[in-house]
């Protein structure tokens, strides 16, 4: 079984700073892009950032230059710092990595529970 794991939500005042971390456990075999996605109440799940396993970062554009995605291969972690919060940056976030856990069975998308951003004054 894989389990992806989110930390690091919270409250946090309008142009404040938060840390996600995503890690990821079970008998996985190769892991390849890991991402965040965002829920906002009564919207869709929308991308928010993508990584490669090489490092290759892609940004939704209403983020672009205020977060950053990173990933710790060895720690199977993926990371989320989030500047200059705004208060429609609240939502639910989710974690995503495709994961190979025998050649077998093929990539699967596996999804953490999500973890609650909360900007407001």
């Known amino acids: 079984q894989v389990q992806l794991v989110e930390s690091g939500g919270g409250l946090v005042q309008p142009g404040g700073s938060l840390r996600l971390s995503c890690v990821a456990s079970?008998?996985?075999?190769?892991?390849?892009?890991m991402g965040w996605y965002r829920q906002a109440p009564g919207k869709e799940r929308e991308l928010v950032a993508t990584i490669t396993s090489g490092g290759t970062a892609n940004y939704a554009e209403s983020v672009k230059a205020r977060f950053t995605i990173s990933r710790d291969n060895a720690k199977k972690t993926v990371y989320l710092q989030m500047n200059g919060l705004k208060p429609e940056d609240t939502a639910v976030y989710y974690c995503?990595?495709?994961?190979?856990?025998?050649?077998?069975?093929?990539?699967?998308?596996?999804w953490g529970e999500g973890t609650l951003v909360t900007v407001s004054a």
């Open positions: 995503k990595s495709d994961i190979l856990l025998r050649a077998y069975l093929g990539w699967r998308a596996y």
């Open positions: 079970g008998s996985i075999l190769s892991m390849s892009d």
